[in-house]
């Protein structure tokens, strides 16, 4: 199925509801984007880079206790 999308004044996009449950995204998923030969890739990622960084920070934590 295919979506037209509306950009409004504070450069957002609404993702349809049919989308959201599909995807099954919630407030506050984290998406990827990039241009591709003239078009707009968007792509979910399951954590933003900071919610990546606490993680490996914990990680580190956890290995420095057991040396």
Do not use: C, W
């Amino acid at each position: 199925m295919e979506y037209i999308l509306e950009m409004n004044e504070y450069n957002q996009i609404t993702i349809p509801d049919a989308l959201v449950s599909e995807l099954g995204l919630e407030r506050g998923s984290h998406f990827a984007a990039r241009l591709e030969s003239g078009q707009l890739i968007i792509e979910r990622v399951p954590f933003s880079s900071q919610e990546q960084g606490r993680i490996i920070d914990k990680t580190m934590e956890g290995l420095r206790k057991d040396i």
